[in-house]
């Protein structure tokens, strides 16, 4: 199958990309480093469930253009911190341009590190939870109009987790989480990422 032009791009180095990484150089060093690397440490998965509500009606790239000064102001998404901020600590954010200022996003945050404490002590990891959800098996994403806004698997996680209490944890919201934490693999199978994040994904499932 011939991979239309617009569903990838080429970047100076000679590369062939996934189409949404187009045009900022910040997105494509995402792409590049992070986006569907197999990630297993509970703070960096909490960090990016906390970042994915945030995104809810804005692009990823606007979150990611702030991200460091998230990590600043949510005390480097380590839950037990952030479960002792309180009203106040939602009242300094709302004033703060550097991040978004949305109060339910805010708050969710603060509840959400409690919650994740909780489902820490149930399941052993936060890690453990998130990666039951792997897809047994998925067809490779070739073409942008194969790409799914959420799963089967995505709702039975958002399920799960609005169960427990947590906010901001849509099927969409879900889906865009697993996909960037390497739960699944939705890079174009023309990408030049696509086969080195398979074999991360393979190390990862086979040891």
Not at 66 to 75: A, K, L, M, N, P
Not at 154 to 161: A, D, E, G, I, K
Request: net charge neutral; glycine share 6%.
């Amino acid at each position: 199958m011939t991979i239309p032009d617009e569903d990838l791009f080429v970047g100076s180095d000679g590369h062939h990309r996934c189409w949404w990484c187009a045009g900022d150089v910040t997105y494509q060093t995402y792409h590049d480093e992070e986006w569907g690397v197999p990630v297993h440490d509970d703070r960096r998965l909490f960090e990016k469930i906390c970042l994915e509500g945030f995104q809810a009606g804005l692009s990823w790239l606007t979150i990611l253009k702030r991200r460091d000064r998230f990590r600043e102001v949510f005390c480097q998404f380590d839950t037990v911190r952030i479960a002792r901020m309180g009203t106040s600590d939602v009242e300094r954010l709302l004033k703060d341009a550097t991040i978004i200022r949305n109060r339910g996003k805010i708050e969710a945050v603060l509840h959400n590190a409690a919650r994740a404490q909780e489902l820490q002590k149930e399941f052993g990891s936060l890690a453990r939870f998130f990666w039951s959800f792997q897809p047994q098996a998925s067809e490779p994403v070739r073409r942008q109009a194969d790409a799914l806004a959420n799963t089967d698997e995505s709702r039975q996680m958002s399920r799960q987790l609005k169960r427990r209490g947590w906010k901001f944890v849509g099927p969409t919201t879900c889906y865009a989480f697993m996909q960037s934490m390497g739960i699944v693999n939705d890079h174009l199978v023309g990408c030049h990422r696509y086969e080195a994040v398979e074999q991360l994904r393979l190390r990862v499932t086979t040891n």
